[in-house]
C-alpha cells in the first residue's frame, strides 16, 4: 500500500508563499492520478488541484494563477505551490491519489472525484490579514 505524507505547512501573511510536499512512501505507477484537497473547519473538503499521469493539471477557480500543483516522479513527491495566500486559504491541505489515470470531465482532470484510494494525513495552512 502507497503510504502518503504531507509537509511544508505553516502559519504565512496574506499575500505570502508556501509550498506543500507529499511525499510516497513507494513509486506510485506511470499511470496515478494525484490531487490536493484542503478543509476548513465546518466546510467540505474541496479539490484544489489535481494532476494526471501525462502532466495535464487543473485548478479550482479560487486558486487559478496563485497556485500550482507538479510532481517529480524521480522522488515519488508532489507539491503544491501556493502564492499569494489569502486568509479563505486557510485550511488543513490533504494530498490524494489513484493508481490509475484521472477521471476526466470535458477533457480535464475531474476536481469532483473524490474516491481517491489513499489518502495522506494532511498539512496545516495558516494565512493571516
Known amino acids: 500500500q502507497v503510504q502518503l505524507a504531507e509537509s511544508g505547512g505553516g502559519s504565512v501573511q496574506a499575500g505570502g508563499s508556501l509550498r506543500l510536499s507529499c511525499e510516497a512512501s513507494?513509486?506510485?505507477?506511470?499511470?496515478?492520478?494525484m490531487a490536493w484537497f484542503r478543509q476548513a473547519p465546518g466546510n467540505e473538503r474541496e479539490a484544489v488541484a489535481v494532476?494526471?499521469?501525462?502532466?495535464?493539471?487543473n485548478y479550482a477557480d479560487s486558486v487559478k494563477g496563485r497556485f500550482i500543483i507538479s510532481k517529480d516522479n524521480a522522488k515519488n513527491t508532489l507539491y503544491l505551490q501556493m502564492n499569494g495566500l489569502k486568509p479563505e486559504d486557510s485550511a488543513r491541505y490533504y494530498c490524494?491519489?489513484?493508481?490509475?489515470?484521472?477521471?476526466?470531465?470535458?477533457?480535464?482532470?475531474?476536481?469532483?472525484?473524490?474516491?481517491?484510494?489513499?489518502w495522506g494525513q494532511g498539512t496545516q495552512v495558516t494565512a493571516s490579514s
Open positions: 490524494a491519489y489513484d493508481p490509475w489515470g484521472c477521471t476526466l470531465i470535458n477533457g480535464s482532470p475531474s476536481l469532483v472525484y473524490v474516491a481517491y484510494a489513499r
Open positions: 494532476i494526471d499521469s501525462d502532466g495535464s493539471a
Open positions: 513507494r513509486y506510485t505507477g506511470s499511470s496515478s492520478c
